[in-house]
């Protein structure tokens, strides 16, 4: 247990240091002290069951012990070589990597995290095609830095604009409340509809100037928006059709989180590059990497890639990736999102059915969430796009105060835990939420 208090502990940090996407006089932090599993404690010795896997990001769980056995012995051999540098560890992590990546996307350039990621793809991307512009979409969040924010479509855009030049955001395959979606149209309707608004813009724009389409697979902070199948496919082959690099970013979507290792492993699509963070080393170390396929790792075989970062292949952070990688394999963790996403598939539609104030649930893998609605034929949300409600803040306080850490953000309620969830920890953790939604179903009208 700490040394200090767990006010001591949170006045001392909310002092000193700076949190982000707040105003800071409205912070107020958990005293994290451990983590282990699906848990982890406060300060004051209080557990929670994260079902949001920290920032969706702790996908094999809390203080595994082999992942932190391997940091321990990257640190007594080689704490840090430099990005020019060969080292065992490097060599191991893209052979481990590679061996999960769908079709030819085996090369690996290594940062710090997701926004990095993004930031060099576009750099890529438009070094490559010779191009300026980059397609991205409205409900997406692809990172803090400028030209990631700049593709990023949701509200935390507007105050870092004017960002870089040359993003176009349209719109995204989102089912419940697309214009382009009636009741009853199949999947392949629906994806139709969405590819020729995206053929429509890139009409307008000259397909000849667009260096990439940048998207997340599945969108994930922005509402577990799940492609309809056809949708990545003709995305490929709009891509094809016009020499434009598709782009996904599996930040959050990736390594496991979907019941696949990459999410767009479920529609067998193979794009130019995918970019990924978090789950690369369940978060025990910042790691994100760019996968480029061969016909971009061959045009760098003579041209300089002009870009870097001092930390870039760090071996420590490559440790924890070859070991999270390990775990991975070993235990089946991807199969297990899956298995137990299934799981959850049903316990979503089972709060649809019993609450009226679900407006619509959606899952893939162990990534869901839950829409929340004050009434379901207009599906007035039950908080407005930019801004919180009274509803949905009681809604955190309670499941916070009943032991279960859960991610709300406008009006969505996310189920995102750690990928070792068992079904009977899910199903301790659904019976919560059942009882939580009392609260917004009591503010549904009409
Ligand atoms: C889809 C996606 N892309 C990029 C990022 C940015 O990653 P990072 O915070 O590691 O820079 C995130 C972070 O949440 C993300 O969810």
Not at 182 to 209: K, N, W
Not at 235 to 252: A, S
Request: net charge neutral; glycine share 10%.
């Amino acid at each position: 247990m700490p040394s200090m208090s767990p006010d001591e502990i949170v006045a001392l940090t909310k002092k000193h240091s700076f949190f982000s996407w707040s105003a800071q006089d409205s912070v107020n932090p958990i005293p994290m002290a451990k983590g282990k599993g699906i848990y982890f404690w406060d300060a004051h010795g209080k557990r929670y069951l994260d079902l949001n896997s920290q920032l969706m990001c702790v996908n094999i769980g809390h203080g595994n012990e082999r992942v932190i056995e391997a940091i321990k012995k990257q640190a007594d051999e080689l704490v840090y070589a430099g990005p020019s540098m060969a080292s065992e560890v490097r060599a191991t992590i893209g052979k481990e990597l590679a061996e999960v990546m769908p079709g030819d996307l085996k090369k690996f350039f290594f940062t710090l995290g997701g926004a990095e990621a993004n930031e060099n793809a576009i750099k890529m991307a438009r070094h490559f095609t010779g191009r300026h512009k980059i397609i991205a979409r409205y409900r997406s969040y692809h990172g803090a830095t400028s030209g990631a924010m700049t593709l990023t479509g949701d509200h935390r855009r507007w105050a870092n604009e004017p960002g870089i030049p040359g993003v176009i955001h349209t719109f995204d395959p989102y089912k419940y409340r697309s214009q382009l979606y009636q009741e009853g149209d199949s999947d392949q309707v629906f994806a139709r509809r969405c590819l020729d608004q995206i053929e429509e813009v890139l009409m307008y724009e000259g397909p000849h100037t667009v260096a990439a389409i940048f998207i997340e697979t599945v969108t994930g902070t922005n509402g577990i928006i799940i492609p309809p199948d056809g949708y990545m496919q003709g995305l490929r082959e709009i891509c094809n059709k016009h020499g434009i690099l598709l782009i996904c970013d599996e930040v959050m979507a990736g390594l496991g989180r979907t019941g696949e290792w990459f999410a767009v492993d479920h529609w067998k699509v193979v794009p130019d590059m995918i970019t990924m963070a978090k789950g690369l080393t369940s978060a025990y170390m910042p790691l994100g990497a760019v996968a480029i396929n061969e016909k971009i790792s061959d045009f760098y075989k003579d041209k300089v890639f002009y870009g870097g970062l001092t930390y870039s292949a760090h071996p420590m952070s490559l440790a924890a990736g070859v070991a999270t990688l390990r775990v991975m394999k070993d235990d089946d963790i991807v199969g297990n999102s899956k298995r137990v996403g299934k799981i959850m598939a049903g316990l979503l539609d089972d709060l649809k059915a019993e609450h009226p104030s679900v407006g619509d649930v959606r899952s893939i893998g162990l990534f869901g969430c839950v829409e929340l609605v004050k009434n379901r034929k207009t599906k007035e949300p039950m908080a407005p796009y930019v801004g919180a409600s009274a509803e949905m803040n009681k809604l955190g306080a309670y499941l916070k105060e009943n032991g279960i850490y859960a991610f709300t953000w406008r009006n969505m309620l996310h189920t995102n835990p750690p990928l070792i969830i068992t079904e009977k920890e899910l199903r301790e953790a659904f019976e919560v939420i059942n009882k939580a939604l009392e609260i917004t179903d009591k503010a549904v009208g009409g």
